[in-house]
């Protein structure tokens, strides 16, 4: 869902992938979102009857560095978009997640002053929707461009960009009641890349950073595995996981390793299959209708 497209045009599309009998077999395009989301830090979150869409849009939609919050729902069994109370922060490249069917939205870039800071704290949205407020928990420091994941009752944190645009390494886990905990170093260090998990292991894919690299963490034995890389390099990219054992990775960015960060944005619309058991990524025949950098996405089933 949104995103940034050929150089840099911002999409308002939600893209809808469509699977049947384990197999993808179509892109269609369904209504538009209500608002524009043109900076590179859209996120999707599902949980029971609502897809939550959290993303950065400019005001006038023109090239005039005002930035603005937007944050919306879906409704799946109405099919409507509403919106939705607005952060006392306006922030972008910030980490998201849903635990107990409460939306988190945790560090990311504040946008309320000329200085761009990087913030660590968390908030989240009251389960009625109705407001957001400061809670646990904060992060153990300032963070932006990480990637987060639930795995069981855990919420864990690996990478980003730290206040002096440092990449990190550090793997951390959260559980209600508690402070982050670091488990585990990166194998390298990494930002905008994607994380998620089948309730075995961990999965980090690509990145800036190891740029198509996939591990795997196995966090009862705290060890890293090395896996089959993906078919190109890849960042900013949606991930999900699918129940019969496979992730799907749609869109992203294709900046080549070593290219300077001031390259034209090469948005992707190819659409990447890995199958967990055979250790094996295949690049589906099927393509997004948009190139599709930094868009969010969620599996609805």
């Not at 269609?28 to 590179?40: E, G, I, R, S």
């Not at 420091?141 to 002096?164: E, H, I, Q």
Request: net charge neutral; with cysteine; charged share 20%.
């Amino acid at each position: 869902m949104g995103g940034l497209g050929q150089n840099e045009a911002p999409l308002t599309s939600v893209q809808l992938i469509h699977i049947t009998n384990k197999t993808i077999t179509g892109v269609t395009v369904a209504p538009d979102l209500p608002k524009t989301l043109v900076d590179a830090s859209t996120t999707v979150n599902q949980a029971g009857e609502y897809v939550y869409v959290i993303g950065v849009r400019d005001k006038e939609l023109v090239n005039n560095n005002i930035d603005d919050m937007s944050e919306l729902i879906f409704d799946i069994k109405l099919q409507v978009w509403k919106p939705l109370p607005l952060p006392n922060i306006t922030r972008k490249y910030g980490m998201t997640f849903i635990l107990d069917n409460i939306l988190y939205l945790i560090g990311g870039e504040e946008l309320a002053t000329w200085k761009r800071l990087t913030v660590m704290e968390c908030i989240k949205l009251n389960k009625l929707n109705l407001g957001w407020k400061f809670c646990e928990p904060y992060l153990p420091y300032a963070l932006k461009g990480a990637a987060s994941c639930v795995m069981g009752k855990s919420v864990w944190l690996s990478g980003g960009f730290t206040t002096g645009l440092e990449i990190s390494r550090a793997m951390y886990r959260w559980q209600p009641g508690k402070t982050w905990d670091k488990i585990a170093n990166l194998i390298e260090g990494l930002a905008h890349h994607a994380m998620i998990s089948d309730e075995r292991f961990i999965y980090i894919i690509a990145g800036f950073g190891n740029w198509n690299n996939l591990n795997a963490f196995d966090p009862e034995k705290k060890i890293w595995l090395k896996l089959s890389p993906l078919p190109s390099a890849t960042s900013r990219h949606g991930t999900v996981y699918l129940p019969w054992g496979q992730i799907v990775v749609p869109g992203g960015n294709g900046l080549m390793p070593g290219a300077p960060y001031s390259d034209p944005y090469l948005a992707r619309d190819t659409i990447y299959v890995y199958d967990i058991v055979s250790d094996t990524w295949t690049v589906s025949n099927v393509t997004l209708k948009q190139a599709a950098d930094s868009a969010g996405i969620a599996l609805i089933p």
